[in-house]
């Protein structure tokens, strides 16, 4: 199958959480509401491979030591505290994300949720991993629920 163009809008903005998806320029997905805030704090703190500098404005999130290869990045969030461990590989860059969350499609039952990062480039004047992928550790198994690759970078504010 050749590759699909798709954009993803993932949002937090100090009340409420949204989600946007779209695969050629048609909405596939479309969610609001205040029920999707923690789960868009995880990704964020997920996601700061791609955004490495989002680090170096955000005074809220604390950090801890956990090894010599991992670190864990957290936040307050709806009184409720969010963590996201990063695992750095031999070169320094950040290799893995791994937290325990709750996953909407089981009750919101805590579920090992894991990011894989690699092939790190300089997009857009930013060293980034450009593959990537995010999967979920269920009883049956892993199931990654996303692969991608990212071919180009744009940051915008709200």
């Known amino acids: 199958m050749a590759p699909l163009a798709m954009r993803v809008v993932d949002f937090y903005d100090g009340t409420s959480g949204g989600l946007d998806?779209?695969?050629?320029?048609?909405?596939?997905?479309?969610k609001r509401g205040p029920e999707l805030v923690e789960g868009e704090v995880f990704r964020y703190l997920a996601e700061i491979p791609w955004v490495p500098h989002a680090i170096l404005v955000n005074p809220q999130l604390q950090w801890r030591e956990v090894d010599e290869r991992r670190v864990e990045v957290a936040t307050g969030v709806q009184g409720k505290r969010v963590a996201v461990k990063l695992t750095f590989d031999e070169h320094g860059y950040i290799s893995e994300t791994r937290a325990e969350r709750p996953r909407l499609e089981a009750a919101n039952a805590m579920t090992s949720w894991i990011g894989s990062y690699s092939d790190y480039r300089e997009v857009?004047?930013?060293?980034?991993?450009t593959r990537g992928e995010v999967a979920w550790q269920l009883?049956?198994?892993?199931?990654?629920?996303?692969?991608?690759?990212?071919?180009?970078?744009?940051?915008?504010?709200?």
């Open 139 to 158: 009883p049956t198994g892993l199931f990654t629920y996303w692969r991608g690759e990212i071919v180009s970078l744009e940051l915008t504010s709200r």
């Open 124 to 129: 857009s004047g930013v060293l980034i991993p």
């Open 21 to 30: 998806v779209r695969i050629l320029g048609l909405p596939i997905q479309r």
